[in-house]
T-cell receptor, first 111, second 113 residues
Framework: QKEVEQNSGPLSVPEGAIASLNCTYS??????FFWYRQYSGKSPELIMF????GDKEDGRFTAQLNKASQYVSLLIRDSQPSDSATYLC???????????FGGGTRVLVKP | DAGITQSPRHKVTETGTPVTLRCHQT?????MYWYRQDPGHGLRLIHY???????DKGEVSDGYSVSRSKTEDFLLTLESATSSQTSVYFC????????????FGQGTRLTVV
């Protein structure tokens, strides 16, 4: 069974600091990777996706992918209280179109 | 917002009864997914569909069945509800595979008593 692992947290960061979230996956052939944010009681919403090794930046968010080590990370710069949420890592399996999620990391940004 | 609607939004049912949840989309997306979300488990895939009448199992499919007779509708049925199926259920849609984003419905909170 393909697995996607995340630290459940909570990850507590002061306002203005960098939050660093990690995700590891077991399917070595996985090609695309997604980070979703989910506020309590709401649906997940996409923050960004990445499919090439290296970094991808979008505003205050940076996704990093290392396929050799099978991990993907998300950095949130200048963290704001509004960033307090659960962040879900999702991996598209190599074969087909299954999208597998990790358990999520809860982030708390303290003013 | 992506045109995806789940119904009902909340439901309480008794153990042993059948329950059907509906996911309706207006985006004409090919792929549709049913997930359940429980504390500490993230989103776990139940079943998904890659076209009309084309479905496949996910990691937690036991006790669930699905049907897709039209592009826009994907139904999830709990054949005989159990308390372990108390959860929040999310439907997601996706235009293509691989590199495309999945959009989620609002979720259905199901309680089995």
């Amino acid at each position: 069974q393909k697995e996607v692992e995340q630290n459940s947290g909570p990850l507590s960061v002061p306002e203005g600091a960098i939050a660093s979230l990690n995700c590891t996956y077991s399917d070595r052939g996985s090609q695309s990777f997604f980070w979703y944010r989910q506020y309590s009681g709401k649906s997940p919403e996409l923050i960004m996706f990445i499919y090439s090794n290296g970094d991808k930046e979008d505003g205050r968010f940076t996704a990093q992918l290392n396929k050799a080590s099978q991990y993907v990370s998300l950095l949130i710069r200048d963290s704001q209280p509004s960033d307090s949420a659960t962040y879900l890592c999702a991996v598209n399996e190599a074969a087909g179109n299954k999208l597998t999620f990790g358990g999520g990391t809860r982030v708390l940004v303290k003013p | 917002d992506a045109g995806i609607t789940q119904s009902p939004r909340h439901k309480v049912t008794e153990t042993g009864t059948p329950v059907t949840l509906r996911c309706h989309q207006t985006e004409n997306h090919r792929y549709m997914y049913w997930y359940r979300q429980d504390p500490g488990h993230g989103l776990r895939l139940i079943h998904y569909s890659y076209g009309v009448k084309d479905t496949d199992k996910g990691e937690v499919s036991d006790g669930y069945s699905v049907s897709r007779s039209k592009t826009e509708d994907f139904l999830l049925t709990l054949e005989s509800a159990t308390s372990s199926q108390t959860s929040v259920y999310f439907c997601a849609i996706r235009d293509g595979q691989g590199y495309t984003e999945a959009f989620f419905g609002q979720g259905t909170r199901l309680t089995v008593v």
